[in-house]
């Protein structure tokens, strides 16, 4: 009989795979589309922006570890559910819960504890997608929907203390070609 150690191992692989899930593989825009994005990539990011953008502002240590540790797991339920554009998830709460309940218990299974997004998370999260598409397709940022959400993103960033950081950012990658 399979102990609780023995299982968590044996979804050790689970986790590891989850960074293959392809990112933007329903958007319109063949630009992200085919940006060959995948949720390790953007995790490892989302990790990177929390670190640069909090490491002066208001976080110890140990609300650091507790963010990076959040921001490399956020998505990784989506080797189940795949990834659900943001847009469609804003549009349907009942889409939202739903994920976000697979997720959990996708998680919980293996072996994770359960982690509530923190709102740095949630900034850089959102603020990972705004840059990658300033810097694979920057003509859509004129979009209402990418400026309603540059918007939304520098309003947090403020709320954070960050707001000054992020725009630099956003302003930045708009000028960037990836390598």
Same mark, same amino acid.
């Given at each position: ?9 044996y ?7 989850? !960074? ?6 329903t ?8 940006? !060959?994005? $995948? ?20 976080m =110890? ?9 959040? #921001?490399? &797991?956020? @998505? ?6 795949? =990834? ?9 709460? #009942? &889409?939202? #819960?739903?994920?976000?309940?697979v ?7 293996? !072996?994770? &504890?359960?982690?509530?997004? $923190? ?8 603020l ?5 598409? #300033? ?6 940022? =004129? ?14 960033? @403020? @709320? &954070? !203390? ?18």
């Amino acid at each position: 009989m399979l102990t609780k150690e023995d299982l968590i191992h044996y979804h050790d692989v689970d986790l590891w795979a989850s !960074g293959f899930v392809n990112r933007w593989h329903t958007f319109p825009d063949p630009r992200l589309r085919n940006a !060959g994005d $995948t949720t390790a990539a953007h995790s490892w990011r989302v990790a990177m922006l929390v670190f640069r953008l909090f490491q002066f502002v208001r976080m =110890d240590d140990k609300a650091m570890l507790q963010n990076i540790m959040v #921001a490399l &797991l956020h @998505d990784t339920h989506e080797v189940v559910t795949g =990834d659900i554009p943001y847009s469609a998830k804003r549009a349907s709460p #009942a &889409l939202r #819960a739903e994920e976000e309940r697979v997720g959990a218990r996708w998680l919980e299974e293996r !072996g994770v &504890l359960p982690f509530d997004m $923190t709102p740095e998370v949630k900034l850089c999260d959102r603020l990972d997608s705004y840059l990658l598409a #300033a810097v694979n397709a920057p003509d859509i940022l =004129d979009q209402d929907a990418w400026v309603d959400m540059a918007n939304s993103i520098i309003s947090d960033a @403020d @709320d &954070l !203390g960050v707001g000054r950081e992020v725009a630099a950012i956003m302003r930045e990658a708009q000028y960037r070609e990836m390598f």
